[in-house]
């Protein structure tokens, strides 16, 4: 077993299983971890001034920084280990290497310290300590927020490294044990390696948790009440139902509607759909004259929306091939210049409605309007012309989905990226690289990307109106 292995165990136990027997073959890449080690890289490179270099050979040169080492050892009762300290920092003390000793680090993103970064410390420092012959007391943890280098002292006290030796014999023993069962809080998989392997298993199963809105407290709920499975939970009646949900209290019976309706068009595969024909008689209606899909990408962590994607349609009827699709770059984050193309586009057709996939996009425009200094009428007014699809779709329709976000509804419309695998982390992922690069094949990615994220729109804007037609 590995730190890399005590990381995952701490989060999902089947994760760690997985990473560690699990067939290669059924992990997808994950730009999470790609981004996390370029974030890594540079923060550890930024705190060591470029004093930073790998392997052994660093730690006997004396060098500030040391990446890229594996030490293995036993632990306890000899349990092999392998520890691979994500940075090794000098200090003060006395080694094997002479006068200085190291200290493990590990990087942080976001402001919270959690139990995998004070975990990693201990464990790491178990093993470096007898192989440096050196004691060690504390561990770093660093973090970058806007481009300033900030480290946390953590001291590694006995209690935390009781704590580590007892959770490290746990992982040992789930290692050598069947696959451990799926993660009850699904919130975990979406940025995990193993989502696609994890998802057909609990289709399979009739996993609880694979309904909309069943989180892993319900789900406990509903086991402590007998329903274990989709199957069961379907098929039963909603009075039934609502009476074993009364932590809801006044909601039960809407609650136990849903998820009634939510489990028997997940396992029919029919969607269904809700009285709320207003909605959607109101998209109808407003798109008539025209519209426009709108469509961001970002890198949170820097607050950089670095591409606008503007999708214009004049007819729903109009050929894809033909459709205007104006992208907006936004490079340096010169917000002024870019302001200016997106206000144009939106007032060349003042009366359009702009559609767009969850909040981000009125949010950015509502604080793009805010910083121009737009009267709270003006404001109002182009506030007024956005429509969430997401929140749309979510009260017209019950869909027999897993989950309601653009990606997997509009496959299941038979949409299809023309980049496979594609995620906004990936696009994320490829605006780093070309922040690094500057080679501009990324940006054609990106820009591909985002082209293809608005016609998905516009795929799940099409269901919503010609669905409406069809019962008028
Ligand atoms: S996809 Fe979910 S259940 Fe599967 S290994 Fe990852 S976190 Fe665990």
Redesign the pocket.
Same mark, same amino acid.
């Given at each position: 077993m590995n730190s890399l292995h005590l990381k995952s165990f701490i989060? /999902?136990k089947? =994760?760690a299983w997985?990473d560690c027997k699990g067939k290669k073959s059924d992990e997808i890449w994950s730009p999470h971890k790609a981004i996390d080690k370029i974030n890594q890289f540079q923060i550890f490179s930024e705190f060591c001034n470029g004093d930073i270099y790998s392997g052994l050979k660093a730690c006997k040169n004396g060098y500030k920084g040391v990446i890229g080492l594996k030490i293995k050892g036993n632990f306890f009762q000899n349990i092999n280990a392998e520890i691979r300290p994500q940075l090794l920092v000098k200090t003060k003390g006395k080694s094997l290497w002479g006068k200085y000793k190291y200290l493990p680090a590990v990087y942080k993103l976001g402001h919270k310290t959690t139990k995998e970064h004070l975990f990693d410390l201990a464990f790491s420092s178990m093993l470096l300590e007898s192989f440096q012959e050196s004691k060690i007391e504390k561990g770093l943890v660093i973090s970058g927020f806007y481009k300033k280098v900030n480290v946390e002292e953590i001291y590694l006290n006995e209690k935390l490294r009781k704590k580590v030796l007892n959770t490290l014999l746990n992982l040992n023993e789930c290692l050598e044990g069947f696959i451990p069962e799926?993660?009850k809080d699904?919130k =975990? /998989?979406t940025i /995990?390696s193993?989502?696609k392997? /994890?998802?057909k298993a609990a289709k399979e199963n009739g996993d609880l948790t694979d309904i909309d809105g069943i989180g892993s407290k319900t789900a406990s709920l509903l086991i402590t009440n007998g329903i274990s499975d989709t199957q069961t939970l379907a098929s039963y009646s909603e009075k039934q139902l609502g009476e074993k949900l009364s932590k809801f209290n006044d909601q039960k019976f809407e609650k136990a509607s849903i998820f009634l309706k939510q489990a028997q068009s997940y396992i029919s595969g029919e969607p269904y759909r809700l009285s709320n024909k207003n909605e959607t008689n109101d998209l109808l209606e407003k798109t008539r004259l025209g519209f426009y899909i709108f469509d961001i990408e970002s890198n949170p962590d820097e607050n950089h929306d670095f591409l606008y994607g503007f999708l214009k349609i004049n007819n729903l009827f109009t050929k894809k091939e033909k459709l205007i699709y104006k992208p907006i770059l936004n490079l340096k984050n010169n917000k002024g210049e870019s302001y200016k193309k997106i206000l144009e586009i939106l007032f060349l057709q003042k009366d359009w409605p702009v559609l767009h996939y969850g909040e981000t996009e009125k949010i950015a425009i509502i604080n793009i309007a805010k910083n121009l200094n737009f009267s709270f009428e003006e404001i109002d007014s182009l506030a007024s012309r956005f429509i969430d699809l997401h929140s749309l779709i979510r009260k017209s329709w019950i869909l027999p989905l897993k989950n309601y976000g653009l990606k997997t509804i509009s496959n299941w419309l038979g949409f299809e990226w023309m980049q496979k695998n594609v995620s906004g982390s990936k696009a994320l992922y490829w605006w780093i690289q070309y922040q690094i690069t500057e080679n501009e094949i990324f940006l054609k990615k990106i820009i591909q990307y985002n082209k293809d994220d608005c016609l998905a729109t516009l795929q799940i804007a099409e269901y919503l109106i010609k669905n409406q037609l069809k019962k008028n």
């Open positions: 989060r /999902c089947r =994760k997985l799926i993660t699904r =975990k /998989c /995990c193993w989502q392997f /994890c998802d």
